[in-house]
Each structure stands twice: as C-alpha cells, then as structure tokens.
C-alpha cells in the first residue's frame, strides 16, 4: 500500500488532480490500519478521507452517519463516479425490505464497497449478525462530535457505537468531525475506544467568512428581507431554534417576494427531500431552517448563513456558519442576539439534570462571551477551538471593521490574577467578579474568602470592566479557563511572568446591546408625519365617505391616513401595505387616495421611503381560516370559540381584526338567534351616524341598555357590511 499512488487514484476515481490539507497523510494512516481521528472544517474534504481508501481496501467500510439526507447525498455521489450502481449503499429505517435484501446481496458478493448506516441500525441485533458475516475494511463514524455531552449535537445512541464494533468484529476506526473543542476531543476518543489514534487537526481558520452580532429587536424581520434584498439571487440560509419560527419567518420572506421555504424534522421526509433539491438546484434562494438542516448539504456557493437566534454553544454556531463560501467565495455570517434570548434557552435545561444543566450552562456562557465582546470575533472562535490567532486585525469581521477605542486596563488585570491566585484557582468567572467587587455573597463566605488580602481589589470600578478583562487575558495566554471543570479559571505560566513583571494591558469595553425594542411605527423609524398631505387626505376621506354614504372613518382609519401621510404609496399594491388597507378597501377606495399622494410628492419633490411597510404574514392565519370558514357554514359564533379553546371576548377581538383587516363575515344568522331586531337596528344606526367606531365611546353614548358584547357584534356586522 505505501507505494500505491493515490495521486494518480484521485484524478482516476475522483476527478481531482491533488489533496487538500492533510488528505493524503489520512488516508495513507488509514491504510496503514491505524486508528484515525479528523479534526477539519467544514469544506476541508472530510469525506473523501474515507471514500477513497474504501474503494482500494478489500472488504466494505462501514460508515455511521446521523442523517439520512447526508447518506442518500453521499451514496449518489459514489455510484455517480463508480461504473455499476451497488458501490455505494445505505441501510436505514426508511427501507422496505427488498431494498435491504439487494443491499445486504450486494455487500455479501463484495461488490459494495461503502455501507452507510445510522447508529439506531447499527445497533438492531438483524444487522449485527449479518455484519459479523462480512469482511469490514474500516469503521468511520462521521459528525463525531455526536458522541460527547459536551459537542453541540449530543446523541446517546452514539455512545453504543463500540460495544457494537466489539460484537461485530475488530477492525481499524477513522472518526471525524468538523468542530470539536480540547474536551469534546477526549470524550471522543475515549467513547470510541482509539485513545492512541494519529490526530490530524486542521486550522479552524475561514479567512473568507465575515462575521457579525447584530442586537436583536422587533425589527429583526425587516433587517433580514432588507439584507436578502440587497443580495439578490444568492443562496443562504437563516437558521432559527423553534420549528414555529421557522415556518413563520418562511411565510413572511416569501410574503414578500423572497424565494425561501421551511425546513424542519416535523415535515414529511418527501417534502424535506424536494426543499433541498430545489435548493441545490437554486430553484428556491432562501431556506429557513433548525439546524436539522446542513448537515448533509454539499452546496459550495451559500453566500450567507443567518442565526435568527443565538445558538446554544459555540460549536454550533461554527458548524452552521461554516456551510457559508464552502468554495472560498463571500460567505457572511450575521448573527442576531439578545441576552433575552440566553436566560430562555437556560429555563429550557431546568428538567434535565443537574450534570448536564452545567454543561449547557456553560456552553450559553461562552456564546454570551462571543456576541458581548469587542474583541476580534476570528480570534475569539479559534481561541475557544485551542488555535491562536496573532493577527491584531482580521479585517473581516464587524468588530475589526469597526474597532472601539483601547483603554489601559493594567490594575484590573493584576487585580484579577492576583484574586484568581488567592482564591486557588477553583472558582468560575462570576465568583472571581464577586470576590474582586467585595461582595460578600453567601458561596464567598462560606469559604472564608471575603478575609481574604485581595477580597475587593476592585471595589468601586465599573462593573462592566471585569468581563472584558478576564477574556482579553484568557485570549492573551494569561489565564485557562479550565473546561473539564465546567469553566473554573487558572493562571497560566505567562501569567504568573506577567505578575513578577506587569507590562502595560489594554482592553475594549463589551458590545452594549440594548434589550428595548424598536418601535415599528413610521415616526420611529425616523420618517416623518407629513401635514400638508395628512390634511389633504382627511378632507378627501371626508368626500369618498359622502358619496358612499358611510361615516369616515369606514373608508381608513385615522392610523392608516397617518401611515399614508408618511410612507407616500402611490400603487395600489403599496397601499396594501399600509396597517388598516386590506385588499377589498384598496380597490374599493384606494385610487383616488394615491392619485393624490402621487401629485403631492411630484409637486413638492418629495422623495418616499424605498420599503414601505414589510408585508406581514398573520401569526393566527390557520386559526382565521378555521373562523370564516366556520362563519361561512353558519356555526353559532360561542361553538366556534369553544371549539378553539378561547373565551368569547378573545374570539370577537380576532374577528374583529379580521372585518377591520377588510374581509366581509355575514354574522346575521347569530344575531337573529342572540338579539332583539330593533336592539340591533338602535346600534347600527349609531354607527352610522358616529365619527368614530370605539367601542368605549359606543358604550358612553349608548347607555346602560346596551351589553358590550352586543355593542362588537354590530359593529362587527356594521363594518363587514358598509367598509368591506
């Protein structure tokens, strides 16, 4: 084997005319029969270190996958290079079964040279017992990181994998994984039984990805259509935590002329299959995903990889971040945080265990420390994965574009390392800021610390200097944050040097993010109320209102005259856009309304807001089709809300939106069963003749002899009968 020239079998089997990294020195250890371990990143080459030497070793290697997408992807792939289908197979439960006898018939003749299987197959006593009859060239358990509580994707099935290689019969193992930490390392190695397996460990480093922590408020939505919309035609993917998220946020993109669709592990498996090949074959620009999506996904061209939230570690944000320019290109990574969005997924944990409600504290607290610094985001990714980074600058990353000024932070940091000493090293980043301010909480007196010397070395500075500090000295190399023990903070040799010698130590304060949230309101936005045309509309409102005989404001609401007088839509598709403009009202109404906002602006040189108002897509919109359908059969309006767990008032308040939004709902049939004719006729006359429809002015004016409820109906009647 060590002569074979694998160059030469690259460019025959694979069409490639050289390695990449470390490819070859992998393969040739595999071959050797060595147990391997793969450190690499996404687009490094992960695959091709077992799919080549399986096709030139005797025997099937047997590779464990988490994800069917990633076996059918990778198995075509094979076949597609191979001259006879059969090289390649998969065996999982998705199957009949003789699609598993062909395959259990084709790597029985030797003909298959790679069998992928997911660890639940591996594991059924069936498979078990026919493997035992098969010549195993290798094992190679990919997204190996599975196997540790402490990666980022954790399955318990994983951890069965080597009682199971022991049962099926010994033979060489290759683990891989695109993201692992020092820990998550170890734990691999030692689940998978290769503690002495050649490592080969690739830089971490993604010179073309652009990173970036945006706050995260209420106008997340717009910022993101916003930022699609200014990379027309690229593919991306924005990678959201709920399933309901992801469905919701899909809705809205395409609402608003993005090409995207959802993408969880609740849809079907046929419609998850057409979402990725539509994707692949660039029919659909934008997938909304969790992050069951990507994993199998070899698309080289996805130009930008959005998190909706804050993922629960760092490894994860690494890994979906790293489906970004596989192929060397732009590839921007925009991450949305909110400390909200943390103390959330911290909630989540509470029924787990206590061990591993450590771990995933742990994990979110250095998330936290990645989006709140203003340190280089490169540096701090590599340094969390054990690779320093020495570059002052990256010049690609928002806090390197857009550097906050250094400050001498000399005396915080000896405060800090002299207090890491004192309290001997075996306490995490909160108790260390504790003990520095002098707060005698009851975990410090309880170990006698607050008697300490250094106890409230830093007593009266700000509080948001102790972070920063203790991150730029653990990226420095002056203290270890120790993560087998969950984070406890230890002096390094350079730091004890730098106490003996203090040199000159400079910081950045932490990102504020603000967790106000931005109003949507066109004067929060910064536009303005314009109140010559404001005038100007209210008197036109007032003659459509005479000629249609209805009072004003059945034609618009004073809100949407105000929207209108500010946002300038002169179609009648933007006045659609508008709050209070459904498509009935805009077609009822509307011309005239913009032909006069389209004069005003040509008059007076007025240049409008390019996005008017983003189109929204109603949250409850199954809930509204199941009202008016349910309207439209008849069903006593009080069934209708019992059926959807509401209380009456709650079910009027979304009928309600639904008339004032400008569908029509014929409620007669319930008001001849409930209300007196002549009750009905008193409130819709007063309607009629009303200037304004609230409820609470109703309720004045009407009197006592009127119930609330009644009051809605009518209106409810009035308006789907005269406004809509």
Known sequence: ????????????????????????????????????????????????????????MEGTAIVISPLIALMKNQVDVINGISESDGVAHCLNSSMNKSAIDKVKNDVLSGKTKLLYMAPESLTKDEY???????????????????????????????????????????????????????????????????????????????PNLYYEVRPKTNQIDKQIIRFIKQNPGKSGIVYCLSRKKVEELAAVLCAND????????????????????????????????????????????????????????????????????????????????????LQKLEKFMADKQVAEQDIGRHLLQETEAYAESSLCRRKLLLNYFGETYTEENCHNCDNCLHPKEKFEATEELKCILESVVAIK????????????????????????????????????????????????????GLLRKEVEDYGTLKITAAGKKWLKNPQPFFITEDNEFSEEEEDDTPAAKGAVLDPELFAVLKSLRKDVAKKHNVPPYVVFQDMSLEQMATMYPVTLTELQNIQGVGQGKAKRYGQEFCDVIKKHCEE????????????????????????????????????????LNMDFGEFLT??????????????????????????????????????????????????????????????IKFLSELAN
């Open 258 to 341: 993005i090409k995207a669709a959802p993408y969880h592990a609740g849809l079907d498996t046929p419609v998850r299959n057409q979402t990725q090949d539509e994707f692949l074959m660039e029919d659909i620009d934008v997938i909304v995903a969790t992050i069951a999506f990507g994993m199998g996904i070899d698309k080289p061209d996805v130009r930008f990889v959005i998190h909706y939230d804050i993922p629960k570690s760092l490894e994860g944000y690494y890994q979906e971040t790293g489906r970004a320019g596989r192929d060397g290109g732009e590839g921007k990574c925009i991450a949305f945080y909110s400390h909200k969005d």
């Open 1 to 56: 084997m060590e002569t074979l020239n694998l160059t030469e079998k690259l460019k025959q089997l694979f069409g490639f005319d050289k390695f990449k990294g470390d490819q070859e020195k992998i393969i040739r250890n595999l071959l050797a029969g060595n147990d391997t371990f793969v450190l690499m990143p996404t687009g490094g080459g992960k695959s091709l270190c077992y799919q080549l030497p399986s096709l030139l």
């Open 425 to 476: 090293e075996n306490f995490r980043t909160q108790y260390l800021i504790d003990f520095v301010k002098g707060r005698a909480t009851d975990d410090i007196t309880s170990h006698k610390h607050h008697q300490l010397e250094a106890f409230g070395c830093g007593e009266g500075k700000r509080d948001k200097l102790w972070n920063p500090v203790i991150r730029y000295a653990i990226v420095e």
């Open 604 to 643: 007076n040189d007025i240049i409008r807001p390019e996005d008017v108002r983003v189109k929204t897509v109603a949250k409850n919109s199954l809930k509204k089709v199941k009202i008016i359908q349910s309207i439209d059969k008849g069903m006593p309006l009080d069934d209708i809300a019992e059926s």
């Open 128 to 206: 078990v017992a026919f493997l035992r009859q098969v010549k195993i060239s290798f094992y190679a358990i990919d997204e190996a990181h599975c196997i540790s509580e402490w990666g980022h994707d954790f399955r318990p099935e994983y951890r069965r994998i080597r009682p199971i290689i022991n049962d099926i019969g010994k033979s060489p193992v290759i683990a891989l994984t695109a993201t692992a930490t020092d820990k998550v390392r170890m734990d691999i190695k030692k689940n998978l039984g290769i503690p002495d397996a050649t490592e080969f460990r690739s830089s971490f480093n993604r």
């Open 654 to 715: 979304e009928v309600e939106r639904i008339v004032d939004s400008g569908t029509k709902l014929n409620i007669n049939y319930f008001l001849e069963e409930v209300m007196d004719e002549d009750v009905v006729d008193d409130i819709y006359e007063y309607f009629r003749e009303s200037e304004t429809d609230k409820i609470s002015v109703a309720l004045e004016e009407l009197g006592d002899d009127y119930e609330e409820d009644e009051i809605r109906l009518v209106r």
